[in-house]
Structures are given as structure tokens and as C-alpha cells.
């Protein structure tokens, strides 16, 4: 089913806390802010506990290092350094090595399933993601990844597949926001990086025509799911009425795209629609809770978090100034008010070594059916796109030159710009240590320790995180997993961009060779293992199609030279295809 995959793309949903505590009724904003209020109590709390470990011994030093730096411009950004500096030249051979593993994973598939939408290694077997027939999820995914590194043979294989065998004429529901990123987005990146090959765009208009029908809600934000074949929004089973805030505010980049390469307003309107109504819902202080009601265009009182259905909210923001060449400051202004927010009320330390983190806010209703807000300290995989997208952040929309150097130089930054480097680096950082498994493989979400924590239950545990509920000889809980998941290489990769650092490489490559060692299917193909503490591992029988698309091509630029794909003239979907940066001839319209 289209639906669980949905989730294991951006989820973790059968473990996951949404956090729902709407009832699906009008909230008013005095019962809104009264929720918001209920922060102040918990930041109290947490200033508290701060003090306390900031007086214990290792933290303390970890402390006093930041409380030194307060108040004067840093003359070095962190980051990198002149020892391990390199430049942008390309590594080939072990670019190399990664295309030989994409043959690997790709040539499995087309042996075995070539033109269904998913694949199962272990089994050698396709599934469709409905039983109305594949839309050609895995081949139009892994496309570009095929330009970008010369594979032409496979390339006019699968592009003789998309003209001859693709069809969009489905009866199903499909999720709008993931045949988005992964077939519009991969269809348009084609077109592009093609050299204009009017078929990818020919089908890319196809497909969002007949997309167009699921903004068709009283305030335009999108219906979840589309059936491709009626051409009309249907809402998803399990969501109640809801559309979560990632998937409404992740279509942007594809359809403005498609309405500069088309000449028509349309697919922007409607896009853009949507940012709209995301301004004027805006919740205090900037966050955005990980539910939207489409009826009403509000935000619905639910979990709060950069991980799955509200990571790539905040990733477009971005993105769209980006895209637009940061002509456009609305995106500019909604990101910055974001990202204070989550710098004032999810950016936390650990209590150790200090490593950076977000938390999660999940409110809760009291009896007396007020709500408050609780402050959770897990972190999703996912979370790593944002050390790479607060590096990227930082040098464009945080920075006081056109230009910055690479590496960047603090005087080129503005404070914030500064501010948001520094979280990065430290983010990226954190994202590694959740890498020092038994596998050199991150776990799908790590928990962070907490003083109230009860430490005998975490005992005998290493560090500043674990994994929840993983016990010896026990089935591992979902949060163990390792399904492939790119985040970790692409914020290495845009850290190497902006630093020409050698580290990031290094990460890269051990995390490519964790990859190789554990994930490998030597029949052909890659797979998902079940728990990274746990060697010899266990594999699950499903290589996704972000590992075709994402994490090998990252891998692939991370050892490319600068020029390839550059991140001047380049601007990645959430699904890592990479569509050209532009000036609009179609201005956003509102402020
Ligand atoms: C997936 O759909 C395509 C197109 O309808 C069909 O040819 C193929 O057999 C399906 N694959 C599976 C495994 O059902």
C-alpha cells in the first residue's frame, strides 16, 4: 500500500507520537496562544537543569568554551580547519566506487523488477505500491542519478521504459506529496539534466494535470493522497481530515519549475496558495506543529518537531529563496522566523559532551482541556537533512556578501548567519556520534538523556543517547532500524561544498563502507537491516528508492569536484533532484 511507504519515507509512523490532541474543532487564537503560554513553565525547567549540569565537571568545560566566545566576532568559523583542507578536486576512485554500487542496486532491480515501483532484494521481487499498477516510482527516482554519472546504457534503458511502458492512468490513491518529490521532482530533474528532453517534461505535465485536483479544499492546502486515474484529492484513512505540514509545504519547488519551463501560472498558483495560507496560520513563536486541517487552512494542535511530516517544511522555506535566486524575501523572512524559534525552543544540549540536538514538543490536554507542552528528547534520522540545511542557510540567506568564500569566513557572515553555522556544524557533528553503533550505521531515532531520566534503565549504556527500548535477545523496537536513509551524506556533502574539508569525505566513505559491509546484498541490491547494534546484522526485504535516488548520489557528489552540480546554480528537491536556481518571470504574489 502507497500508505505505509508514505510513512516509512517520512515516518516512523507506528512508533511515532503525533501528538493529535485536536478534536477537530475550531480552535480560537486566545486558546492557541494560552497553549503557546504554556512553553514559559517548561523553558523555566529546562534553564534549570541547564545550570545544574553546567555546573557538573565535563559540561562545565563544554560551557565555559561557548560563554568565552559570547559577545566577540569568532575570527574562525568551526568547521574546519587549514590541517585537513582540500578543495572541491574530485576523489575519483572512490567516486567510482559509488557507481559501481548504484549498478549494483540498480541492474538487481532491473533483473527482477524493472518498471514495478519497489523493490525486494532479499526476495528479488517488485511490488507496486497499489494493486491499479506501478507510476514508475523506482525508475523515474533513480533517473538523473544515472546522468549525473554517466551511466548511459542504463539511462537509455530506463528512459525507453518511461516512454514506452509508463502510465499515469492508475485508479488509486497515491500520496501527493511523495509522487511529488520522488516522480514529479524526478521527471523535471530528467528534462534538465537531459539537456531538454521534451518526453521528461511532456510526462512530468501529464502527471501534474492531473494532480492539479487535490488543492481543490476550501483553503488550498493539498489533499494527502490523489488518484492519478479520476484526477481528484481524497483524504487519507488514518489522519482524520488532515494533511501533514511537510507534505502541504513540499510541492513548491516541483511546480514552480514546471510553470517557468511551461509558461503557465497554474501549477504555481495553486503551489503557492498553500505558502500562503501557511503565513497566515502561523502559530507563535514561528513553529509549526506537524498537522494542518485543509478545511479551515489552520495549523492543528499537534506534535511539534523537525523530523517526519515537519522536516521539510522547513527545508522548502529555504529552498524556495534559494531557488527563486533569493529574489524572493518572503521565504526568506517565514525560514528566519522559523529557525529562531527552533533555536529558542527545540536546540538542546546533551548532558555530557554537549552534543546538539532538537527535541520534539508533544502537547497534551489537562482535564480541564488546557493544553501544554512537553518537551521530548528524540531525534529522527531524518533530522540530519538540517545541519546541511542550516550550513546552506547560512551562507545564503545569512550572509553580507554575494559571494562567500569557501571555506566561509566569519566576517562574511551576518550574526544569525553565524549563529546557524555554528548549530549546523555541531548538528552535523551530532548526527555521526549516532553513527558510533556496532555497525558504524545510525538508528532510525535516537533518545537523548535527560536528567530525569532514570539512569539504571539506560545503564550500562554508553554517551549522551540510546536507542529506546532495544534489549539483548529481544525483537529490536523500530527506532533500531537502518533503512538506507540519506540524510547524514547530504548534509556531509554540502558541508564539504562550503568547506572543501577532508572530514566530511572521511565520514562519507566510513559511512559508505558501513553500507557496503551490512547493507550489501551480494545477489544484487541493498537492503534495510533491522537493528545497527547488532552484528552479524538482519536484513528486511526492501531496498528504497531514496537509496537510488539520495543517498548514492550524494555519495557521488560528495567525491565529485565542485563544478559538478554546483551549489551556485543548484537547488536539491527533498528527494535530492537537482533543479536549476532561477530568476521568476512569475513573482509570488502575496507578502
Ligand atoms: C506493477 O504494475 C505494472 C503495471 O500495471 C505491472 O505490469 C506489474 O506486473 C506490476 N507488478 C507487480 C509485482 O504486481
Redesign the pocket.
Do not use: E
Given at each position: 500500500m502507497q500508505e505505509s511507504t508514505a510513512r516509512k519515507r517520512k515516518a516512523g509512523f507506528q512508533t511515532q507520537d503525533n501528538g493529535i490532541v485536536d478534536d477537530g474543532k475550531q480552535t480560537d487564537r486566545r486558546q492557541n496562544s494560552s497553549g503557546i503560554s504554556k512553553f514559559f513553565p517548561l523553558i523555566l525547567l529546562f534553564a534549570a537543569f541547564y545550570a545544574l549540569y553546567q555546573y557538573s565537571g565535563p559540561t562545565r568545560r563544554v560551557a565555559s568554551r561557548w560563554l568565552s566566545q559570547e559577545g566577540k566576532t569568532p575570527r574562525h568559523l568551526p568547521g574546519w580547519s587549514t590541517s585537513t583542507y582540500i578543495g572541491l578536486e574530485a576523489d575519483t576512485p572512490k567516486r567510482d566506487a559509488i557507481v559501481e554500487a548504484f549498478r549494483h542496486a540498480w541492474l538487481a532491480y532491473e533483473r527482477d523488477?524493472m518498471?514495478?515501483?519497489e523493490y525486494h532484494p532479499v526476495s528479488h521481487?517488485?511490488?507496486?505500491l497499489t494493486e491499479?499498477?506501478?507510476i514508475g516510482y523506482t525508475v523515474v527516482d533513480s533517473i538523473d542519478s544515472m546522468l549525473l554519472m554517466g551511466l548511459d546504457a542504463e539511462y537509455l534503458r530506463a528512459r525507453d521504459w518511461i516512454e514506452h511502458q509508463l502510465?499515469f492512468e492508475r485508479d488509486a490513491p497515491f500520496n501527493t506529496f511523495e509522487t511529488t518529490i520522488r516522480v514529479l521532482g524526478g521527471l523535471l530533474s530528467a528534462y534538465h539534466h537531459s539537456g531538454g528532453d521534451s518526453l521528461f517534461l511532456k510526462r512530468a505535465r501529464e502527471l501534474a494535470d492531473r494532480m492539479l485536483p487535490v488543492f481543490d479544499t476550501p483553503s488550498g492546502l493539498p489533499h494527502p493522497m490523489v488518484n492519478l486515474q479520476r484526477r481528484e484529492g481524497v483524504w487519507a484513512k488514518d489522519d482524520k481530515e488532515f494533511v501533514s505540514t511537510a507534505e502541504a509545504s513540499t510541492l513548491q519547488l516541483e511546480f514552480r519549475y514546471l510553470s517557468e519551463l511551461t509558461d503557465e501560472d497554474i501549477y504555481w498558483r495553486k503551489a503557492e496558495r498553500v505558502m500562503a495560507v501557511l503565513k497566515s496560520a502561523r502559530q507563535a513563536p514561528g513553529l509549526a506543529s506537524i498537522f494542518m486541517d485543509p478545511r479551515e487552512g489552520r495549523f492543528v494542535t499537534s506534535a511539534i518537531r523537525l523530523g517526519s511530516r515537519g522536516d521539510s517544511y522547513y527545508e522548502y522555506l529555504l529552498k524556495q529563496f534559494i531557488q527563486t535566486d533569493r529574489t524572493e524575501d518572503v521565504y526568506r523572512e517565514m525560514y528566519e522566523d522559523a529557525v529562531q524559534a527552533i533555536h529558542d525552543h527545540l536546540i538542546q544540549k546533551s548532558l555530557q559532551t554537549g552534543l546538539t540536538y532538537t527535541a520534539e514538543l508533544i502537547p497534551e490536554r489537562n482535564p480541564r482541556g488546557e493544553i501544554s507542552w512537553r518537551l521530548t528528547p528524540k531525534q529522527d534520522f531524518l533530522v540530519c537533512f538540517f545541519a546541511g540545511n542550516l550550513l546552506l542557510s547560512a551562507t545564503r540567506a545569512g550572509s553580507l556578501v554575494d559571494d562567500v568564500s569557501v571555506p566561509p569566513r566569519a566576517e562574511e557572515l551576518s550574526d544569525v548567519g553565524r549563529r546557524d553555522w555554528t548549530t549546523g556544524i555541531e548538528l552535523l557533528r551530532t548526527c555521526m556520534a549516532t553513527h558510533d553503533t556496532k555497525t558504524g550505521l545510525a538508528p532510525e531515532i535516537a533518545h537523548f538523556r535527560i536528567p530525569s531520566d532514570n539512569l539504571e534503565v539506560v545503564q550500562g549504556v554508553p554517551g549522551d543517547w540510546y536507542i529506546k527500548g532495544a534489549r539483548v535477545g529481544e525483537h529490536p523496537p523500530y527506532d533500531a532500524r537502518y533503512m538506507l536513509r540519506p540524510e547524514t551524506v547530504e548534509s556531509l556533502f554540502i558541508a564539504f561544498r562550503l568547506t572543501g574539508d577532508k572530514r566530511y569525505r572521511d565520514h562519507g566513505w566510513a559511512i559508505f563502507q558501513a553500507i557496503e559491509k551490512h547493507c550489501r546484498v551480494p545477489s544484487g541490491g541493498y537492503a534495510t537491516i533491522v537493528n545497527v547494534d547488532d552484528v552479524p546484522v538482519q536484513h528486511e526485504d526492501k531496498m528504497e528508492t531514496f537509496f537510488l535516488s539520495e543517498t548514492l548520489k550524494y555519495l557521488f557528489l560528495l567525491f565529485s569536484d565542485g563544478d559538478t552540480i554546483p551549489l551556485s546554480k543548484y537547488v536539491f528537491n527533498t528527494e535530492a533532484h537537482p533543479l536549476p536556481i532561477f530568476t521568476p518571470s512569475i513573482r509570488t504574489g502575496f507578502t
Open positions: 523488477a518498471g514495478d515501483d521481487k517488485g511490488s507496486n491499479a499498477g506501478g502510465s
